[in-house]
């Protein structure tokens, strides 16, 4: 376990110090030699007939500069593997090519079969590489949270979160949306995590409230979140060193797309030639040989990263575990009130209870009642007796709940409550009608 004064200031050249240990082995010449073969065969197909509408912007995307960011570059990749393995799936082949009325397409339909598993294979390695880092940080995080009924809560909040989020995407599909419009909004889904992440630095935005239950988190780790989004921060660091092999796979990702796109479009006129077809194989092959062992590089550098440090790494665990609970006397004849404001819907009201119990069972009457900006008061909870309860419930609207335990009823006996309550606010603002995987 180290301590908090052992740890300095997450910078740029301390992030240096840091990659110097794990020098990524250079791309195979593969990678750019049979870019440059494929491109030919572009410039090959561009001259069989006019580029449409939509293959002329995929063109201009093959012109131009991969994403500056590791983390965009990741997405980008996905959304182009994606694209590919539309265009293999057997439905979307050329007409002439389905028929299969050759040996030659013969041969070509089952080559493409074999390229169509292997990039939904790195699809689902890069979507596994993705998730696990994500949860990396969102659980490193959470070794700071209170560890009782709160932290779960702040869990349940973020999945809420994500099923919104996906939610979203699901609409979005039904609505008819494309590959890039899904993969448009997962990228702004993205982003608004990274931007939540430096908010949290800085308890800012929807964290204002939420940075309250950080317990121990040391000043330098806090400084590095709020830089994350940083161009010039420290993460550029990490984009000097593994950005360049990463964006020679996007190009070339980009590039198999592009020419499979407009193969087809001008298959039933201009079939495939066999030095094409190998060419092709091979540059699929070696893109997902590379692409996979550049991911599985970067996950272990990540890993072993100062990015975070848990509180068990700082000493701090101990202090997630405070017993926060308050003890109270409640008069025969009396009740105890307890308000909490609650400044954003979807926050979750929440409580621990029990009563000290003596040689004869007892009971408190339990209640929540709501008061808004206007006075009007609505029962949230009825009330009920009780000897202990533990719960929480959503709210849907801003404004002072009142938690009241009520002994008014009884003539002789004080009640020795034990009890926990908060306000959890949301960990994500709500879905309007995420460098996480890396770069966070």
Same mark, same amino acid.
């Given at each position: 376990?180290?301590?908090?004064?052992?740890?300095?200031?997450?910078?740029?050249?301390?992030? +240096?110090?840091?990659?110097?240990?794990?020098?990524?082995? +250079?791309?195979?010449?593969?990678?750019?030699?049979?870019?440059?073969?494929?491109?030919?065969? *572009?410039?090959?197909?561009?001259?069989?007939?006019?580029?449409?509408?939509?293959?002329?912007?995929?063109?201009?995307?093959?012109?131009?500069?991969?994403?500056?960011?590791?983390?965009?570059?990741?997405?980008?990749?996905?959304?182009?593997?994606?694209?590919?393995?539309?265009?293999?799936?057997?439905?979307?082949?050329?007409?002439?090519?389905?028929?299969?009325? !050759?040996?030659?397409?013969?041969? #070509?339909?089952?080559?493409?079969?074999?390229?169509?598993?292997?990039?939904?294979?790195?699809?689902? !390695?890069?979507?596994? $590489? =993705?998730?696990?880092?994500?949860?990396?940080?969102?659980?490193?995080?959470?070794?700071?949270?209170?560890?009782?009924?709160?932290?779960?809560?702040?869990?349940?909040?973020?999945?809420?979160?994500?099923?919104?989020?996906?939610?979203?995407?699901?609409?979005?599909?039904?609505?008819?949306?494309?590959?890039?419009?899904?993969?448009?909004?997962?990228?702004?889904?993205? &982003?608004?995590?990274?931007?939540?992440?430096?908010?949290?630095?800085?308890?800012?935005?929807?964290?204002?409230?939420?940075?309250?239950?950080?317990?121990?988190?040391? =000043?330098?780790?806090?400084?590095?979140?709020?830089? #994350?989004?940083?161009?010039?921060?420290? &993460?550029?660091?990490?984009?000097?060193?593994?950005?360049? /092999?990463?964006?020679?796979?996007?190009?070339?990702?980009?590039?198999?797309?592009?020419?499979?796109?407009?193969?087809?479009?001008?298959?039933?006129?201009?079939?495939?030639?066999?030095?094409?077809?190998?060419?092709?194989?091979?540059?699929?092959?070696?893109?997902?040989?590379?692409?996979?062992?550049?991911?599985?590089?970067?996950?272990?550098?990540? +890993?072993?990263?100062?990015?975070?440090?848990?509180?068990?790494?700082?000493?701090? +665990?101990?202090?997630?575990?405070?017993?926060?609970?308050?003890?109270?006397?409640? /008069?025969?004849?009396?009740?105890?009130?307890?308000?909490?404001?609650?400044?954003?819907?979807?926050?979750? *009201?929440?409580?621990?209870?029990?009563?000290?119990?003596?040689?004869?069972?007892?009971?408190?009457?339990?209640?929540?009642?709501?008061?808004?900006?206007?006075?009007?008061? #609505?029962?949230?909870?009825?009330?009920?007796?009780?000897?202990?309860?533990?719960?929480? $419930?959503?709210?849907?609207?801003?404004?002072?709940?009142?938690?009241?335990?009520?002994?008014?009823?009884?003539?002789? $006996?004080?009640?020795?409550?034990?009890?926990?309550?908060?306000?959890?606010?949301?960990?994500?603002?709500?879905?309007?009608?995420?460098?996480?995987?890396?770069?966070?």
């Amino acid at each position: 376990m180290v301590s908090t004064e052992g740890l300095v200031p997450i910078t740029r050249a301390y992030l +240096a110090s840091y990659y110097d240990k794990y020098p990524f082995d +250079a791309l195979s010449d593969d990678v750019a030699s049979l870019s440059t073969q494929i491109r030919s065969f *572009i410039s090959d197909l561009q001259s069989v007939s006019p580029l449409t509408e939509d293959e002329r912007i995929v063109v201009e995307h093959v012109d131009r500069e991969p994403p500056h960011k590791i983390d965009e570059n990741m997405w980008k990749n996905r959304e182009h593997m994606e694209e590919i393995v539309y265009l293999l799936d057997r439905s979307h082949w050329p007409s002439t090519l389905q028929q299969q009325s !050759t040996s030659e397409d013969a041969e #070509i339909a089952s080559t493409v079969g074999q390229l169509k598993d292997k990039f939904e294979k790195t699809t689902k !390695t890069l979507e596994y $590489f =993705q998730k696990t880092n994500a949860d990396y940080v969102f659980n490193t995080v959470m070794t700071y949270m209170p560890q009782d009924f709160r932290g779960t809560l702040i869990r349940q909040q973020r999945e809420r979160s994500e099923r919104n989020k996906q939610a979203e995407v699901d609409a979005l599909v039904q609505a008819g949306g494309s590959i890039r419009d899904r993969y448009a909004l997962l990228w702004k889904q993205q &982003m608004e995590r990274r931007r939540q992440l430096a908010q949290l630095g800085s308890a800012t935005g929807v964290y204002k409230t939420l940075v309250k239950y950080l317990v121990g988190v040391p =000043q330098v780790l806090l400084d590095f979140i709020k830089q #994350i989004n940083d161009d010039d921060g420290p &993460m550029e660091e990490q984009r000097h060193r593994y950005g360049p /092999p990463l964006y020679s796979l996007t190009k070339m990702v980009l590039t198999i797309r592009l020419f499979l796109f407009l193969l087809w479009a001008r298959y039933d006129t201009r079939k495939m030639t066999t030095d094409e077809l190998s060419v092709l194989e091979k540059a699929v092959n070696v893109y997902a040989t590379e692409f996979e062992r550049f991911i599985k590089f970067l996950g272990e550098v990540f +890993a072993n990263a100062p990015f975070f440090v848990s509180a068990e790494e700082v000493g701090a +665990a101990e202090s997630g575990k405070n017993d926060d609970y308050k003890e109270i006397s409640i /008069p025969a004849g009396k009740i105890h009130e307890v308000v909490l404001p609650v400044d954003s819907i979807n926050s979750y *009201i929440a409580w621990d209870f029990s009563l000290d119990q003596s040689k004869l069972k007892l009971d408190v009457g339990f209640s929540v009642e709501y008061t808004n900006s206007s006075g009007e008061k #609505i029962l949230i909870l009825p009330q009920r007796r009780c000897e202990s309860d533990q719960g929480n $419930f959503c709210t849907v609207m801003a404004g002072n709940y009142k938690l009241i335990w009520d002994n008014s009823y009884s003539t002789f $006996f004080s009640k020795a409550l034990r009890y926990k309550v908060d306000c959890i606010p949301p960990v994500i603002e709500p879905a309007p009608g995420m460098e996480v995987p890396v770069e966070e």
